[in-house]
């Protein structure tokens, strides 16, 4: 085989050389820079000078079209996903509820399922065997896990890969063409008018038995609801305005690491430390919002004020002054797991079908649209940043179904039995029944 020799080529420019030492061609390509600022060069080899120069034309193409894997670490899906959450979606870059289902999808699915795999070796079936397997998974109450489950976990993977393609470290996101499994839309029936009569009645028996006025009348999310101050109402103006949202409480031990006070959770800790604020921000730009309140409404949250200060005289020196609307007996927020516990001691009481505190939204919202309120109001009162809400909940109960049925039996029957002529002015006789 011939020596030959090239003489130093410009900076950026691609190279291709024999080595007598190896008997071998090599090729060099640059295809960007280094986080050190030096070139990012690729190298080649083959047996021939043709095999070489394949290799580089091919090279520079994927580096002319962006296609190149950055040079560097070699992630793993652990290593991506952890360096993901603690500098790309840490809050406040994303709300801290989305972020814990982010957390939650990493740690208990993915990291144990897939985290040795490096990200660019990762294919849609690693994925795919992934759902399946956490879809024949059990949870502690017996149930199978549901698809709403595996979807999250889809999301989180397939956002997470999208940076680390738009950051070069992936040529392609293989979360992209795994299927998760389908999630069967559930038909929500809204209570009807009677049984949030029920439902109201049955609340005035109860410490802030307002709450639920707010949830089955404006249709507040339970984050928004507890997130309330006396500062964000207006009596005067019979308004109030939507600026926060409660989070559930998160707490680790104070006392020391290991526990040493005896408790198993740290929320139990006497030491106990928050790890996430009381409030955050609403779930959108379109949460933060002004609401006008019925005169109902205004008339029950000033009774609440009348007994959250006699409340406020019995807790003495243990009351706790925090501005929260809704409260604990010694001032202190809700917690929204004993909110929930609350709602459904309520339906329970109330004799009515149970539901999902999240049902009482919808209710509001399909109130709102069959008394024909225009849909930009209702997005204003619900808080949805788009149209497309309007759809998602507005659902249209088996009572109003039958008065809709009710209504074309009059416009199609009783309409002609009434004149006793068909269209063409002949007479007819009673039309059969409908079934």
């Known amino acids: 085989?011939?020596?030959?020799?090239?003489?130093?080529?410009?900076?950026?420019?691609?190279?291709?050389?024999?080595?007598?030492?190896?008997?071998?061609?090599?090729?060099?390509?640059?295809?960007?820079?280094?986080?050190?600022?030096?070139?990012?060069?690729?190298?080649?080899?083959?047996?021939?000078?043709?095999?070489?120069?394949?290799?580089?034309?091919?090279?520079?193409?994927?580096?002319n079209e962006?296609?190149?894997?950055?040079?560097?670490?070699?992630?793993?899906?652990?290593?991506?996903?952890?360096?993901?959450?603690?500098?790309?979606?840490?809050?406040?870059?994303?709300?801290?509820?989305?972020?814990?289902?982010?957390?939650?999808?990493?740690?208990?699915?993915?990291?144990?399922?897939?985290?040795?795999?490096?990200?660019?070796k990762l294919t849609p079936e690693h994925l795919e065997k992934l759902y399946r397997k956490i879809m024949?998974?059990?949870?502690?109450?017996?149930?199978?896990?549901?698809?709403?489950?595996?979807?999250?976990?889809h999301r989180t993977i397939r956002a997470a890969l999208n940076v680390a393609v738009r950051r070069k470290h992936l040529l392609a996101n293989p979360a992209l063409e795994a299927k998760a499994p389908k999630v069967d839309e559930i038909e929500v029936e809204p209570y009807a008018v009677e049984q949030v009569k029920k439902l109201l009645e049955t609340a005035q028996k109860r410490r802030n038995s307002v709450r639920w006025a707010i949830a089955l009348a404006l249709g507040l999310r339970q984050g928004e609801a507890l997130g309330l101050k006396w500062a964000d109402i207006d009596f005067d103006m019979g308004t109030l305005v939507v600026r926060r949202s409660r989070l559930r409480p998160k707490w680790e031990h104070g006392c020391d690491p290991s526990g040493s006070c005896g408790?198993?959770?740290g929320g139990y800790c006497q030491q106990r430390v928050a790890l996430r604020p009381e409030t955050a921000g609403t779930k959108s730009s379109?949460?933060?919002?002004?609401?006008?309140?019925?005169?109902?409404?205004?008339?029950?949250?000033?009774?609440?004020?009348?007994?959250?200060?006699a409340e406020r005289g019995r807790a003495a020196d243990l009351w706790t002054e925090t501005g929260y609307v809704f409260t604990t007996p010694t001032g202190q927020p809700?917690?929204?797991?004993?909110?929930?516990?609350?709602?459904?001691?309520?339906?329970?009481s109330a004799g009515v079908p149970d539901g999902r505190l999240h049902d009482a939204r919808h209710t509001a919202a399909t109130v709102?649209?069959?008394?024909?309120?225009?849909?930009?109001?209702?997005?204003?009162?619900?808080?949805?940043?788009?149209?497309?809400?309007?759809?998602?909940?507005?659902?249209?109960t088996a009572t109003i179904r039958r008065d809709v049925a009710q209504r074309v039996g009059e416009l199609l029957w009783q309409s002609a039995e009434r004149t006793g002529e068909d269209d063409n002015g002949d007479a007819v006789g009673t039309p059969p029944s409908v079934a």
């Open 286 to 309: 379109a949460g933060k919002r002004g609401i006008g309140l019925p005169d109902e409404l205004v008339a029950l949250l000033k009774r609440h004020l009348t007994e959250q200060e």
């Open 136 to 153: 024949r998974q059990r949870t502690k109450s017996g149930t199978t896990t549901k698809a709403a489950t595996v979807h999250q976990v």
């Open 263 to 265: 408790k198993k959770f």
């Open 66 to 120: 962006g296609r190149v894997r950055k040079a560097g670490q070699s992630w793993t899906v652990e290593t991506w996903l952890k360096h993901w959450l603690e500098n790309v979606v840490a809050p406040p870059v994303v709300t801290e509820n989305a972020y814990s289902a982010y957390e939650v999808a990493v740690r208990v699915h993915l990291v144990p399922g897939l985290g040795a795999h490096r990200i660019d």
């Open 368 to 396: 709102l649209l069959l008394l024909g309120v225009p849909e930009r109001t209702v997005m204003g009162i619900m808080g949805w940043s788009n149209t497309a809400m309007a759809a998602r909940y507005q659902h249209i």
């Open 334 to 348: 809700l917690n929204p797991r004993c909110d929930y516990d609350e709602w459904k001691l309520l339906v329970k």
């Open 1 to 63: 085989m011939p020596r030959e020799k090239q003489g130093r080529n410009a900076n950026g420019r691609s190279s291709i050389y024999y080595s007598e030492k190896e008997k071998t061609w090599h090729g060099w390509v640059t295809v960007g820079v280094k986080d050190n600022g030096k070139p990012d060069r690729r190298h080649v080899r083959g047996q021939t000078k043709t095999e070489v120069s394949e290799k580089v034309t091919k090279l520079e193409q994927e580096r």
